[in-house]
């Protein structure tokens, strides 16, 4: 039985699975993740398929993305022993404007895929150093990586487009759209379970720390909130999302801030935590329930609710709406606040079973379906390193 990993490599964590290979489908055995790496607060979590825990260790000392490899290597050695690893799946951010479908990555792949650095330099680079290190460790496993801009390719030229002279464009300064692993994520779940849906048109609010909305006509996406960056459209939970750019000219000129400065405040110190001040998680501004948490969940639903409305302008109408992600499939706070009084548009929440996070929360009389699906990118990545499997040898756990 050969396995796959998972990596999904951040400027501080790294997220991981470990699949077994059965009849050419990938079954989940275990994910996890290492946070804080960077320090000695570092922390390494697991869960098993059915959601419990399975290892919660820490803190303790990681440098850097190697040394959280070799961890986690060590960890599914003893989880998982006897695991034969054939493939290792990566989430690279960026694969720019012409990279529609995941690809096979050999070291030269590897420093081509650096081009695009420039356009996501907090995750771009963590993303390869993380295949880098996978490929050192795993030398004869295939190797895929799986683009969180791909799904978005083919957006229309008007979706794709900022109104800046042609030369940017042709730089590569356009609305690439990202959580795209996501979103097809939960295209194929609709195309599986709900066919008539999936051939519609359809609004997914992926809503997890980082957050965004995608327009999906037949599970093809023709606008996304995200745009050059990850950090447009929705407010997230530090992210500002949406800004008038004059507000970064006012930072530089008026405040004498650098690029460095206005980044740290734009993804690290915004969104949730800078309107709320306490912090960026939902769950915690939910209990918190003070005056300006209050406030920062509020500044979130009207914002989805107007994106909500745009992207059924750009489909011509609705026929569902999906939440997902942390908050879309956990919060029914923010759900029904962003559902209320939308009859205009169709929707209709029940609100039992909003209550009771059921995978379709709309009444039987609503003309939109509003559902809930729990988003799984790791899955979409071992799928796809799946279809790749040939005659490679697996490889068991490097010690
Ligand atoms: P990431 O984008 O890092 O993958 P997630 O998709 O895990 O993030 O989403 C994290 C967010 O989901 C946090 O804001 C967290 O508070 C929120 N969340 C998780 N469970 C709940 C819950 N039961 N109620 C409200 N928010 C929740």
Redesign the pocket.
């Known amino acids: 039985m050969s396995h796959i990993i998972t990596l999904n490599a951040g400027s501080s964590s790294l997220k991981f699975g470990l699949f077994e290979v059965q009849g050419g489908t990938p079954v989940t055995l275990g994910t996890g993740l290492v946070d804080r790496i960077g320090g000695a607060q570092a922390h390494i979590s697991a869960t098993a398929a059915d959601g419990s825990t399975i290892a919660d260790d820490g803190p303790q000392h990681i440098p850097d993305q190697t040394a959280a490899l070799d961890r986690v290597l060590t960890l599914l050695d003893r989880l998982y022993p006897g695991a034969k690893v054939a493939a290792v799946g990566h989430r690279v951010v960026h694969g720019g404007a012409d990279i529609v479908a995941p690809i096979t990555l050999t070291p030269d792949v590897v420093d081509s895929l650096e081009k695009f650095s420039p356009f996501a330099p907090l995750h771009q680079p963590h993303n390869l150093a993380g295949a880098r290190a996978a490929m050192e460790r795993f030398p004869n496993a295939v190797q895929i990586a799986c683009f969180d801009t791909a799904f978005h390719r083919n957006h229309p030229w008007v979706n794709d487009t900022f109104a800046l002279p042609r030369e940017f464009y042709d730089k590569g300064v356009r609305r690439y759209g990202f959580h795209g692993l996501s979103y097809e994520y939960v295209t194929g779940y609709m195309a599986e379970t709900a066919p008539l849906l999936h051939a519609g048109r359809v609004v997914i609010a992926h809503l997890?720390?980082?957050a965004s909305m995608c327009a999906v006509v037949a599970g093809r996406s023709v606008g996304s909130t995200m745009g050059f960056s990850a950090l447009d459209g929705l407010p997230m939970?530090t992210r500002s999302g949406q800004l008038d750019p004059g507000v970064v000219l006012y930072l530089m000129e008026q405040e004498g801030m650098d690029a460095a400065e206005i980044a740290d405040l734009l993804y690290r110190k915004s969104g949730l935590l800078g309107l709320s001040g306490l912090s960026h998680?939902?769950?915690t501004l939910?209990a918190a329930d003070t005056p300006q948490s209050r406030q920062a969940i509020s500044y979130f639903t009207f914002r989805i609710r107007r994106e909500l409305g745009a992207l059924a302008a750009v489909l011509g109408g609705l026929d569902a709406v999906v939440f997902t992600?942390?908050?879309g499939e956990?919060?029914r706070h923010v759900r029904e606040r962003v559902c209320q009084n939308m009859g205009w548009i169709g929707i209709e929440i029940d609100h039992d079973a909003n209550a009771d996070n059921k995978p379709v929360i709309s009444t039987m009389l609503s003309r939109v379906q509003v559902m809930v699906v729990n988003t799984d990118e790791e899955l979409v990545i071992a799928r796809a390193a799946a279809k790749l499997l040939g005659h490679e040898t697996a490889q068991a756990m490097p010690a």
């Open positions: 997890g720390n980082g939970g998680d939902m769950r939910e992600g942390g908050i956990n919060s």
